[in-house]
C-alpha cells in the first residue's frame, strides 16, 4: 500500500523534512520509535525515526539526511508522491518517565531523533537540559523545535562558528564542573559521539542511553543484520532497542560493523548521480 507525502521542506541542502499520510502508524507512535520502509519495489528497506505523530491528521513526520543512495532517492519523491512501503511503528519506546534532570545530547542529524525523545521527557515533567552540536553553522537543524523542549539550550559547533566552540562533550564537561548531577542522560548522533558521551558520564556514575542506528533490514528481529553486542550479550536494535545502556555497549565492534559496506554504498551513490537520480523501477 503507497503512503503519500504530503508536506516536504528542506532544513539543509541534504537534509529533508516530509509528512506522510500514514493514520495507523501516527495512533500509535511513541518517542524513540521508527519506521522501515522502501521507495520501489526494488530499493532497499532502510529505518527512519518518527520525528513526529500527528493522529487527528493521520500523518507522521520523518527528518532525513541523504547519506546514500536509498536516502538520496527518497528526496526526490515530490509533494503528492508516494513511498511504496511503510512498516511501523517498530522498536521499543523511549524510557522517558519523570526522573527529575535530565541532559539531552544530540550530534548532527541525531538532533532530529533526539527531538521527540525529549519533548517525551519534558511532557513527563522532567527538567530538560539540551546540549547540541554540529560541525557549524550551516548544518545547525532544529534549533527553535529543541529550545521548546528544554529548559537550559547549549549550541556547540565544531569550528566555533555559532555558540560554543567545542564538542558537546567539552560543554558537558563544562556544566558538570560547574555542579551539575544528572539523574539521566540520553545521547544521540554519530557513534563517536555516543561512545564519546558514555565513556566521559560512567565515572560520574550518570545512568545513560543511546539509540543506536546498525545497519537493520526487516526491522522485526528476523535477519540479524542490526545485532550488536551490549552487556557481553548480543542484542537486535530493531526489537530490544534501538536505546541501550551506552556504559554497556560494544562500542569498536558496533563501528566495525557500520563500515562494513561502505564501498558498497559508495559505489551504488556514484552510480546513482549518474544516472541523474533516476531509479528504474
Same mark, same amino acid.
Not at 550530534?107 to 560541525?135: D, E, Q
Not at 537543524?141 to 562558528?161: A, M, N, Q
Not at 560554543?164 to 539523574?183: N, S
Not at 551490549?230 to 536505546?243: L, M
Given at each position: 500500500? +503507497?503512503?503519500?507525502?504530503?508536506?516536504?521542506?528542506?532544513?539543509? +541542502?541534504?537534509?529533508?523534512?516530509?509528512?506522510?499520510?500514514?493514520?495507523?502508524?501516527?495512533?500509535?507512535?511513541?518517542p524513540?520509535?521508527?519506521? %522501515?520502509?522502501?521507495?520501489?519495489?526494488?530499493?532497499?528497506?532502510?529505518?527512519?525515526t518518527?520525528?513526529?505523530?500527528?493522529?487527528?491528521?493521520?500523518? &507522521?513526520? *520523518?527528518?532525513?539526511?541523504?547519506?546514500?543512495?536509498?536516502?538520496?532517492? *527518497?528526496?526526490?519523491?515530490? %509533494? !503528492?508522491?508516494? &513511498?511504496?512501503?511503510?512498516?511501523? +511503528?517498530? !522498536?521499543?519506546?523511549?524510557?522517558?518517565?519523570?526522573?527529575?534532570?535530565? %541532559?539531552?545530547?544530540?550530534?548532527?542529524y541525531?538532533?532530529? $531523533?533526539?527531538?521527540? $525523545?525529549?519533548?517525551?521527557?519534558?511532557?513527563?515533567?522532567?527538567? %530538560? #537540559? =539540551?546540549?547540541?552540536?554540529?560541525?557549524?553553522?550551516?548544518? #545547525?537543524i *532544529?534549533?527553535?523545535?529543541?529550545?521548546?523542549?528544554?529548559?537550559d539550550?547549549? #549550541?556547540c559547533?565544531?569550528d566555533?562558528?555559532?555558540?560554543?566552540?567545542?564538542?558537546?562533550?567539552?560543554?558537558?564537561?563544562?556544566? &558538570?564542573?560547574?555542579?551539575?548531577?544528572?539523574?539521566?542522560?540520553?545521547?544521540?548522533?554519530?557513534?563517536? =559521539?555516543?561512545?564519546?558521551?558514555?565513556? =566521559?558520564?560512567?565515572?560520574?556514575?550518570?545512568?545513560?542511553?543511546?539509540?543506536?542506528? +546498525? #545497519?537493520?533490514?526487516?526491522?522485526?528481529?528476523?535477519?540479524?543484520?542490526?545485532r550488536?553486542?551490549?552487556?557481553?550479550?548480543?542484542?537486535?536494535?530493531?526489537?530490544?532497542?534501538?536505546?541501550?545502556?551506552?556504559?554497556?555497549?560494544?562500542?569498536?565492534?558496533?563501528? &566495525?560493523?557500520?563500515?562494513?559496506?561502505?564501498?558498497?554504498?559508495?559505489?551504488? =551513490?556514484?552510480?546513482?548521480?549518474?544516472?541523474?537520480?533516476?531509479?528504474?523501477?
Amino acid at each position: 500500500m +503507497p503512503y503519500k507525502i504530503i508536506s516536504k521542506d528542506n532544513l539543509t +541542502p541534504i537534509t529533508h523534512r516530509i509528512e506522510i499520510e500514514a493514520a495507523m502508524i501516527a495512533n500509535s507512535a511513541k518517542p524513540g520509535q521508527f519506521v %522501515v520502509l522502501r521507495t520501489h519495489k526494488k530499493g532497499e528497506r532502510f529505518p527512519l525515526t518518527i520525528s513526529h505523530a500527528n493522529p487527528d491528521k493521520g500523518t &507522521i513526520t *520523518l527528518i532525513f539526511q541523504e547519506v546514500g543512495k536509498s536516502s538520496a532517492h *527518497l528526496a526526490t519523491i515530490p %509533494v !503528492g508522491g508516494e &513511498i511504496l512501503d511503510l512498516l511501523g +511503528p517498530l !522498536g521499543k519506546p523511549s524510557h522517558t518517565d519523570n526522573v527529575g534532570t535530565v %541532559v539531552c545530547v544530540g550530534g548532527g542529524y541525531g538532533n532530529a $531523533v533526539l527531538l521527540p $525523545v525529549a519533548r517525551g521527557f519534558k511532557k513527563a515533567g522532567n527538567n %530538560v #537540559i =539540551m546540549i547540541v552540536g554540529f560541525r557549524n553553522k550551516d548544518l #545547525i537543524i *532544529l534549533e527553535d523545535e529543541l529550545k521548546e523542549v528544554s529548559e537550559d539550550f547549549h #549550541i556547540c559547533t565544531d569550528d566555533g562558528s555559532f555558540g560554543f566552540h567545542g564538542f558537546v562533550t567539552a560543554k558537558f564537561q563544562e556544566l &558538570i564542573d560547574g555542579g551539575l548531577k544528572p539523574d539521566s542522560v540520553m545521547a544521540i548522533g554519530p557513534l563517536p =559521539m555516543m561512545k564519546a558521551v558514555s565513556n =566521559m558520564t560512567e565515572p560520574y556514575g550518570f545512568p545513560t542511553w543511546v539509540s543506536l542506528n +546498525p #545497519i537493520m533490514v526487516d526491522g522485526t528481529g528476523m535477519c540479524g543484520a542490526c545485532r550488536c553486542t551490549v552487556g557481553n550479550e548480543t542484542k537486535f536494535a530493531c526489537v530490544d532497542g534501538p536505546d541501550f545502556d551506552g556504559h554497556k555497549v560494544a562500542w569498536d565492534e558496533l563501528l &566495525i560493523r557500520l563500515g562494513a559496506y561502505k564501498e558498497y554504498e559508495k559505489q551504488a =551513490m556514484d552510480l546513482f548521480e549518474k544516472e541523474d537520480k533516476t531509479v528504474k523501477t
